[in-house]
C-alpha cells in the first residue's frame, strides 16, 4: 500500500502545488464546467475527458489491487470515482486560496479511503 498511497499523494500534491502557485488560472475543466455560459458541446467534451480520467484512474488501482497493493475489499471504481470527484474540488479550493496546510490536510484526508 506505500507505494500506491506514495504515488497518489505526489500526483495529488503536484496538482496542488500548481492550484497554489497560480490560482487565478485554475484548471480547464473546471472552468469550462463551471461556467455559466457553457455551451451543450463543452460540457460534453467535459463530461467526456472526466470519465477518461476517471477510468484511468480505475485501471490504475485495478493494477494495484492485482499486485496486492490494494485490498480486495477496496472497489477500484468507486476510489476511482471518489478521487475523480476529489481532484476537481480540490482545484476549486486551490482558486480560492485555501493555502497549502489546507491543501496537505485535504489529500491526507483523501488517501485515508485507501485504507
Same mark, same amino acid.
Given at each position: 500500500?506505500?507505494?500506491?498511497?506514495?504515488?497518489?499523494?505526489?500526483?495529488? !500534491?503536484? !496538482?496542488?502545488?500548481?492550484?497554489?502557485?497560480?490560482?487565478?488560472?485554475?484548471?480547464?475543466?473546471?472552468?469550462?464546467?463551471?461556467?455559466?455560459?457553457?455551451?451543450?458541446?463543452?460540457?460534453?467534451?467535459?463530461?467526456?475527458?472526466?470519465?477518461?480520467?476517471?477510468?484511468?484512474?480505475?485501471?490504475?488501482?485495478? =493494477?494495484?489491487?492485482?499486485?496486492?497493493?490494494?485490498?480486495?475489499?477496496?472497489?477500484?471504481?468507486?476510489?476511482? =470515482?471518489?478521487?475523480?470527484?476529489?481532484?476537481?474540488? =480540490?482545484?476549486? !479550493?486551490?482558486?480560492?486560496?485555501?493555502?497549502?496546510?489546507? !491543501?496537505?490536510?485535504?489529500?491526507?484526508?483523501?488517501?485515508?479511503?485507501?485504507?
Amino acid at each position: 500500500m506505500a507505494n500506491v498511497r506514495s504515488a497518489l499523494r505526489a500526483a495529488l !500534491m503536484a !496538482m496542488a502545488e500548481e492550484d497554489l502557485c497560480a490560482p487565478e488560472q485554475g484548471c480547464f475543466l473546471v472552468n469550462a464546467a463551471t461556467e455559466p455560459s457553457a455551451d451543450p458541446p463543452t460540457v460534453d467534451r467535459v463530461g467526456g475527458t472526466l470519465r477518461l480520467v476517471e477510468s484511468a484512474i480505475t485501471g490504475a488501482l485495478e =493494477r494495484t489491487q492485482t499486485r496486492g497493493e490494494l485490498s480486495t475489499d477496496k472497489d477500484p471504481a468507486r476510489l476511482a =470515482r471518489f478521487l475523480t470527484a476529489f481532484i476537481q474540488g =480540490r482545484h476549486v !479550493m486551490g482558486k480560492a486560496h485555501v493555502g497549502r496546510a489546507f !491543501m496537505e490536510s485535504a489529500v491526507s484526508n483523501a488517501l485515508t479511503a485507501l485504507d
